[in-house]
């Protein structure tokens, strides 16, 4: 049984990896904007502390101030890096949901290579095979014609809505489906699965072979799949999957890809 708070998380860590590269290259860039804005300040607070009536205390709210901007902007990254350690987090929830069902016969994998991006996690059961895909998403999100729809109460008309999420679930399912029958001889259907940590008030939904569920339903979602898999053929799938024969670990990205 894998004890999820000793284990090394496995979810999430291309995400993470790009995560930190992107947050180095972008900090490197601020360094000298913010090493200047700092010698400003010094040089401001000086003649303050000297000639001005409390110049002390001016100079140190000049510091304090300059200061405190440095450490926001240093921790503040644009959101197109911010993203990616959401996205992380996002995986890492879905990873410590899945290693609660282990006791119960489930067996998960994350973060391997997919010929059409990476797979965040792959389960396996007595209900069959899933391919989850972890969203960690602010605002209310909908399952609408279009696609996952996210909005914002205090920004309504900052709404997105993704169109390709469900293509891409599609394709990646069919190629593992594809990948596992190569491996193993068996064939059976990998249904597609967006986790979606965020306020999701359908809880959960499912449209053009896609299912939609709200990551704190997850478990219990699972649990209800009716029977797929004879016990011999989860224990088939499970070793090749730890085998890596059918999907290998994703390796890190580069910081030249395209956030997902």
């Known amino acids: ?27 490197a860039g601020i360094r000298l904007p913010l090493l200047i804005a700092v010698a400003l300040a010094l040089a401001l607070s000086i003649p303050v502390w000297r000639f001005f009536p409390h110049g002390q205390f001016f100079a140190g709210m000049i510091i304090g101030g300059a200061w405190g901007m440095i450490v926001w902007v240093w921790d503040d990254p644009p959101e197109f890096i911010a993203k990616w350690n959401r996205g992380a987090q996002g995986e890492r929830r879905t990873e410590r949901v899945l290693a609660r069902l282990e006791q119960h016969g489930w067996h998960t994998v994350h973060d391997r290579a997919g010929k059409y991006g990476n797979l965040d996690h792959i389960a396996v059961g007595h209900g069959g095979i899933f391919l989850l895909d972890s969203k960690n998403l602010f605002g209310t999100v909908a399952l609408e014609e279009g696609g996952l729809t996210t909005t914002y109460a205090d920004s309504p008309n900052d709404g997105f809505t993704n169109t390709r999420l469900a293509g891409a679930m599609r394709g990646r399912s069919v190629y593992l489906k594809e990948r596992i029958t190569e491996t193993t001889g068996l064939t059976y259907r990998v249904r597609a699965v967006v986790v979606i940590w965020g306020h999701f008030p359908e809880g959960e939904a499912e449209r053009d072979n896609v299912a939609y569920v709200c990551g704190d339903q997850l478990a219990a979602w699972l649990s209800r799949q009716p029977t797929r898999l004879s016990p011999r053929d989860q224990q088939l799938i499970r070793l090749a999957l730890d085998a890596e024969v059918v999907v290998p670990r994703a390796t890190p990205l580069t910081v030249a890809a395209e956030p997902k």
């Open 1 to 27: 049984m894998r004890l999820p708070w000793r284990d090394e998380p496995e979810a999430g860590r291309t995400a993470s990896a790009y995560y930190r590269t992107a947050l180095r290259g972008w900090r």
